[in-house]
């Protein structure tokens, strides 16, 4: 599916959602879930080439993988946490929607700091 597709699916789910929305809340909201969900699960393929083609670059660079892979767990957290934000704003749920985006905010901060302590270590080694 290409980004067309994608957007025009969008929008014809939105047009629902808002139609929907007018006679039945908590099944819009479980509309909107739905397709965030259908849409997510069509870019699961070209982001597989996309870490196929990274994972190549770090071992022709010789890089150690887990830092890469903590990166791209990273990026997923901020993905899926915004996702699941959006997904409780759309629902009028402000207050989750921040404890959700806080829990991602927490969840990369543990994630990053093994990368922190190299790149301090790194500076370290440089430092006369």
């Given at each position: 599916?290409?980004?067309?597709?994608?957007?025009?699916?969008?929008?014809?789910?939105?047009?629902?959602?808002?139609?929907?929305?007018?006679?039945?809340?908590?099944?819009?909201?479980?509309?909107?879930?739905?397709?965030?969900?259908?849409?997510?699960?069509?870019?699961?393929?070209?982001?597989?080439?996309?870490?196929?083609i990274l994972e190549?670059l770090t071992i022709?660079?010789?890089?150690?993988?887990?830092?890469?892979?903590?990166?791209?767990?990273?990026?997923?957290?901020?993905?899926?946490?915004?996702?699941?934000?959006?997904?409780?704003?759309?629902?009028?749920?402000?207050?989750?929607?921040?404890?959700?985006?806080?829990?991602?905010?927490?969840?990369?901060?543990?994630?990053?700091?093994?990368?922190?302590?190299?790149?301090?270590?790194?500076?370290?080694?440089?430092?006369?």
């Amino acid at each position: 599916m290409d980004i067309i597709e994608i957007v025009g699916f969008g929008f014809i789910t939105l047009v629902l959602i808002m139609v929907i929305r007018q006679n039945n809340e908590e099944l819009a909201v479980m509309l909107s879930l739905a397709a965030g969900i259908m849409i997510f699960l069509q870019l699961i393929s070209p982001l597989q080439s996309v870490l196929t083609i990274l994972e190549e670059l770090t071992i022709q660079a010789d890089l150690n993988l887990n830092y890469i892979d903590t990166l791209l767990k990273i990026v997923g957290i901020a993905y899926i946490t915004e996702f699941g934000a959006q997904v409780c704003k759309d629902a009028e749920e402000g207050t989750i929607a921040k404890k959700i985006e806080l829990a991602g905010k927490v969840a990369i901060m543990l994630l990053a700091v093994p990368l922190v302590i190299m790149i301090l270590e790194t500076v370290l080694t440089l430092l006369p």
